[in-house]
């Protein structure tokens, strides 16, 4: 079982590259369940940690100063 604060900054790290990930992809490397990785991810987003577009992600500037602490 993984703990939220963990997911969420396991997917900051693969998100780190500035690249759009494709949560499928966010699931397969991160191997958390797909609602973790959802659950987190609007997390992410709620808070402009991460930009959302249909099912790709990638971070934004003021989520790589979070990843970056």
């Given at each position: ?6 997911v ?30 959802r659950?987190a ?29």
């Amino acid at each position: 079982m993984h703990k939220f604060d963990e997911v969420v900054n396991t997917i900051l790290k693969l998100l780190s590259n500035k690249d759009w990930h494709r949560i499928d992809e966010i699931v397969e490397r991160t191997k958390v369940s797909k609602d973790k990785a959802r659950e987190a991810i609007e997390f992410l987003n709620k808070f402009s940690f991460a930009e959302v577009r249909g099912e790709e992600v990638r971070i934004t500037s003021l989520g790589l100063k979070l990843f970056e602490l």
